[in-house]
């Protein structure tokens, strides 16, 4: 139990352009979920937190109006990096938590590679 | 500022020996402390976990101790295997959250 999916693994894009994340909890209801950011050789960085069916709340130092994040359902967040640069390129992880779980626990996802060319 | 140090990168042990690998962190606001494992280009594994009411906890091979008045924690690993080959991360929480702040990870290789 407690299965974290993200789609898509692994992304190529253009500088400018924009891309979307998706984090499914597949066997239970994530109440919270989580985005990090992993550069390499480097712990992982919680860049927000998300409740289902409210505002995202961000670490300091992290744009809001660059990653985008929804929690519509309690089931799926999404991460838009908005007008991506090759700063963005990096590894991105969601977890989870909620019903049916360890509650103290998060489930982490596998993450997705950006690479911003 | 880094809450939470693992201070060896890297670990070889040979197979059938204990791993340990070591966690300090700063916050005395901690309470609730976890191991997780990652291989490469995946998410981590939760691994084993301990409450700051306790100093030891044991599943199978792992074993985490608390030490709250040093402010660090520590993973057992024994016997060790090859297949534990990854990098372990240190995690902790602090009390009313439900945030994680991570350490920097410490490889461990598992010499056959």
């Known amino acids: 139990g407690a299965v974290v999916s993200q789609h898509p693994s692994w992304v190529i894009c253009k500088s400018g352009t924009s891309v979307k994340i998706e984090c499914r909890s597949l066997d239970f209801q994530a109440t919270t979920m989580f985005w990090y950011r992993q550069f390499p050789k480097q712990s992982l960085m919680l860049m927000a937190t998300?409740?289902?069916?409210?505002?995202?709340?961000?670490e300091q130092g992290v744009e809001k109006d660059k990653f985008l994040i929804n929690h519509a359902s309690l089931t799926l967040s999404t991460l838009t990096v908005t007008s991506a640069h090759p700063e963005d390129s990096s590894f991105y992880i969601c977890?989870?938590?909620?019903?049916?779980?360890?509650?103290?626990?998060?489930?982490f996802g596998p993450g997705t590679r950006l690479l911003v060319l | 500022d880094q809450q939470v140090k693992q201070n060896s990168p890297s670990l070889s042990v040979q197979e059938g020996r204990i791993s340990i690998l070591n966690c300090d962190y700063t916050?005395?606001?901690?309470?609730?402390f976890l191991w997780y494992k990652k291989y490469p280009a995946e998410g981590p594994t939760f691994l084993i976990s301990?409450?700051?009411?306790?100093d030891k906890n044991e599943d199978g091979r792992f074993t985490v101790f608390l030490n709250k008045s040093a402010k660090h924690l520590s993973l057992h690993i024994v016997p060790s295997q090859p297949g534990d080959s990854a990098v372990y991360f240190c995690a902790a929480r602090a009390a009313g959250t439900y945030k994680y702040i991570f350490g920097t990870g410490t490889r461990l290789k598992v010499l056959a």
């Open positions: 301990i409450s700051s009411i306790k």
């Open positions: 916050n005395s606001m901690f309470d609730y």
């Open positions: 998300s409740n289902e069916g409210s505002k995202a709340t961000y």
């Open positions: 977890s989870a938590r909620g019903q049916g779980t360890e509650q103290e626990t998060q489930y």
